[in-house]
């Protein structure tokens, strides 16, 4: 059974950092991409930045606007996402999710496997 788990949410305030992990088990397959998206309350979930573990590749949306970092995470078996200079827009909840092959989705219908999500934050 596939499994993902996010850690790492909490209460920040603006302009602070904060690094949140995704924990994968399960999952037979060294080719994949993981992603990173959020859904705040009332809006749709956007997605926010991907990994492909076989090309070691990055993508980010604009939704991460050059603050935030997408890394791998090998003793996890997941990727961190490391988020600097956070703002109040940035509060949602943050879910990871994985598929298989190289190429990097941002859109949320090709992952077929989520996370609970973890929520952040953002104080003014």
């Known amino acids: 059974e596939v499994q993902l788990v996010e850690s790492g949410g909490g209460l920040v305030q603006a302009g602070e950092s904060l690094t949140i992990s995704c924990t994968v088990s399960?999952?037979?397959?060294?080719?994949?991409?993981i992603g990173w998206f959020r859904q705040a309350p009332g809006k749709e979930r956007e997605g926010v930045s991907f990994?492909?573990?076989?090309?070691?590749?990055?993508l980010y949306t604009s939704s991460a606007n050059g603050r935030f970092t997408i890394s791998s995470a090998h003793a996890k078996n997941g990727v961190d996402l490391q988020m600097d200079s956070l703002k109040p827009e940035d509060t949602a909840v943050y879910y990871c999710?994985?598929?298989?092959?190289?190429?990097?989705?941002?859109?949320?219908?090709?992952?077929?496997?989520w996370g609970r999500g973890t929520q952040v934050t953002v104080s003014s």
């Open positions: 999710a994985i598929r298989s092959g190289p190429i990097l989705y941002a859109d949320s219908r090709m992952y077929p496997y």
């Open positions: 399960g999952f037979g397959d060294d080719d994949y991409v």
């Open positions: 990994f492909s573990n076989i090309r070691k590749q990055t």
